[in-house]
């Protein structure tokens, strides 16, 4: 990278952060719904994927077992937690500065540089 696009970008910094910090905010502040059982059992998370609410319907109660409603609340918890990743990882890949990689694709690149020095998944 040239010392004109290097300073172009150092001026640009203050509005980028000020954007990914929005970014984040808006995304930090989002509900993520997943759903079993034909919709019957609802699970809410935040976007860091805890478990905020859980909704079980009259019908799910009464028709399935407990094993069987178990393995509703732990597929609608899943589902829910997946949507919360997908949206963090449209944000990551959303947030750029200039023509630079994205945050997502450097931290996806940290991690996998990570992986493969150390020999371990991260």
Do not use: C, N, Q, Y
């Not at 319907?57 to 077992?65: E, G, P, Q």
């Amino acid at each position: 990278m040239e010392e004109h696009e290097l300073l172009g970008l150092a001026e640009r910094l203050p509005e980028a952060l000020a954007e990914m910090e929005a970014a984040v905010e808006a995304w930090s502040g989002r509900r993520f719904h997943g759903t079993a059982d034909e919709g019957r059992v609802v699970a809410t998370v935040d976007a860091l994927g805890s478990l905020l609410d859980l909704e079980i319907h009259v019908l799910s109660r009464r028709r399935l077992d407990g094993a069987s409603l178990g393995e509703a609340v732990v597929a609608a918890v899943g589902a829910a937690e997946e949507a919360a990743a997908r949206a963090k990882d449209e944000m990551m890949h959303g947030l750029r500065l200039g023509s630079l990689p994205s945050l997502g694709e450097l931290l996806g690149g940290a991690r996998r540089d990570f992986e493969r020095r150390s020999g371990f998944p991260a």
